[in-house]
């Protein structure tokens, strides 16, 4: 019974700062490479950012390199995505996954999603 349940979405203006938060159970988290997936309305899933297991390791998108960091506690078990400059284009579900890039066609993998709607 894997459980991924985000939190942390809300409205912002542009410019401004959200973090989202991935509280994970059911697996063993430390174990595992973690994603962030968005979706915008109307559009298809686009994987955000990912992390290995220790923490390492992060990659980005383009649209987000530079102003999003990734990052986990695996002594909590909780993932996290700080959003910085956030632009109305960033407007989407994001989504807490397991796996990298290719997590993006597997819903099955992916949390409830938290709404982060930036607009002035």
């Known amino acids: 019974q894997v459980q991924l349940v985000e939190s942390g979405g809300g409205l912002v203006q542009p410019g401004g700062s959200l973090r989202l938060s991935c509280a994970a159970s059911?697996?063993?988290?430390?174990?595992?490479?973690m994603s962030w997936v968005r979706q915008a309305p109307g559009k298809g899933p686009e994987w955000v950012s990912g992390?290995?297991?220790?923490?390492?390791?992060?990659s980005y998108a383009d649209s987000v390199k530079g102003r999003f960091t990734i990052s986990r506690d695996n002594t909590k078990n909780t993932l996290y995505l700080q959003m910085n400059s956030l632009k109305p284009e960033d407007t989407a579900l994001y989504y807490c996954?397991?796996?990298?890039?290719?997590?993006?066609?597997?819903?099955?993998?992916w949390g409830q999603g938290t709404q982060v709607t930036v607009s002035s």
């Open positions: 996954a397991t796996g990298g890039r290719a997590v993006v066609a597997e819903r099955a993998y």
């Open positions: 059911g697996f063993t988290f430390s174990s595992r490479y």
């Open positions: 992390i290995n297991a220790s923490g390492g390791i992060t």
